[in-house]
């Protein structure tokens, strides 16, 4: 049996570097959900920040989109293997979410939701400090709707399970609680330069 190791071309030194371990470059960008894709109607649409059931603040589309916007090109990494280099991303980082929310963080873990169910879980620390935003655009287009349009969770060092599509909101939660994958043996953080695909990695 043929394997991508065998016969696949073996990457440039600079690009070998950019790459997490088990991993290998590609040029497309492979779309892959847990479920069917939902059309999410951005007259409709709305992200609600919460601390456990409480809401903190709301946002919909028209006031979503008045925030500071934030444009950023990074890596990206999936637990199936690809990664995709610089890829170019515009929304609202998760820094100005929280200043626009005028809440102090209340703990220090929160989950992802979207709109079609889904839930990963991210440590605050992983998403201020520039490390994440609420990305609306993708390639200087709106984000599509099977890439998680119109607007999907980046978290890029992170693999990309954690980067939630069709996102809806942000729940801070008392201790670090898995979402949907976790809780099927994906690993709790999901470390791609530590291979951490799945628990006990």
């Not at 847990?34 to 709305?46: E, L």
């Not at 990664?83 to 515009?90: L, M, P």
């Not at 954690?162 to 942000?170: D, F, H, P, R, T």
């Amino acid at each position: 049996m043929a394997t991508r190791g065998f016969f696949g071309r073996r990457p440039s030194a600079d690009d070998a570097a950019r790459l997490p371990p088990g991993q290998y470059k590609t040029e497309d960008f492979p779309v892959l959900s847990a479920g069917p894709t939902p059309r999410v109607q951005t007259d409709t649409w709305s992200f609600t920040l919460k601390h456990g059931p409480r809401p903190l603040a709301s946002w919909d589309w028209q006031a979503f989109n008045a925030l500071p916007k934030t444009s950023v090109m990074r890596d990206i990494h999936c637990v199936t293997k690809w990664s995709k280099f610089d890829t170019k991303w515009e929304g609202v980082s998760i820094d100005d979410l929280l200043a626009a929310a005028g809440v102090e963080a209340p703990t220090g873990f929160l989950l992802a939701h979207s709109f079609d169910g889904y839930s990963t879980n991210v440590p605050l620390a992983d998403l201020v400090d520039g490390k994440a935003m609420v990305a609306t655009a993708y390639d200087g287009r709106p984000i599509t709707a099977d890439h998680g349009g119109p607007a999907r969770l980046l978290v890029p060092h992170l693999y990309f399970w954690k980067s939630a599509k069709w996102v809806n909101g942000l729940q801070f939660t008392e201790r670090d609680e898995p979402g949907f994958w976790e809780l099927r043996g994906y690993h709790i953080y999901g470390d791609p330069w530590r291979e951490q695909r799945f628990t006990g990695d």
